[in-house]
């Protein structure tokens, strides 16, 4: 029986995570993180997607988009169709790299989505990759603080606006993420 249509709505926003096969992982080395990253960019681009926020670790990704147009369903099967193809390629394996379809949970309110900003930036912190958020460098957060360049294809205007903009959306944007990191850490 084939699987149902996921609801869409246009102008939706949405924290998108997929997770690797049997607990393997979908990156292997910086160059697939790049390559996922460049695939990110390439589908933010082409399904004129709001990309807020993003973190690739070894055995999933963070998502955080709004689809103008209802095209979530398009835009991850291109994403993941064809990051998957490279990843076997590149490897000499055959077979699903993706555990599952893509988990997309639809973004409700500006307090719902920078509790998920937190989350997405903390969780390199979290899973032992770094010690600070913005010392990775797989994810949009270090770019959007200004501790990194800022990937192009990351909307930091638009992510700052729902901060409530101005001068201190920043250093509020900092302050909610890193306050107290041990809390922050324990809560997510």
Known sequence: MPRGLREEEPGATYHVTIHSLDEGVIVRDDRD?????????????????ICLAFCILDTHYHLLVTTPEPNLAT????????????????????????RERY??????????????????ALNPVEAGLADHPCAYPWSSYPGVVGAAPCWPFVARVELLEHV?????????????????????????
């Open 33 to 49: 993180r790049a390559r996922l990253v460049a695939g990110v960019a390439d589908v933010v681009r082409q399904q004129g997607w």
């Open 103 to 120: 988990h997309p949970k639809r973004i409700v309110g500006d307090a719902h989505l920078l509790l998920t900003v937190r989350y997405i």
């Open 75 to 98: 835009g991850m099967h291109l994403l993941n169709g064809g990051f998957a193809q490279y990843f076997n390629r590149r490897h000499g394996r055959r077979g699903h790299v993706f």
């Open 164 to 188: 409530g903009g101005g001068e201190d959306a920043l250093a509020m944007l900092r302050e909610f993420v890193e306050g107290d990191l041990g809390s922050a850490k324990r809560a997510a």
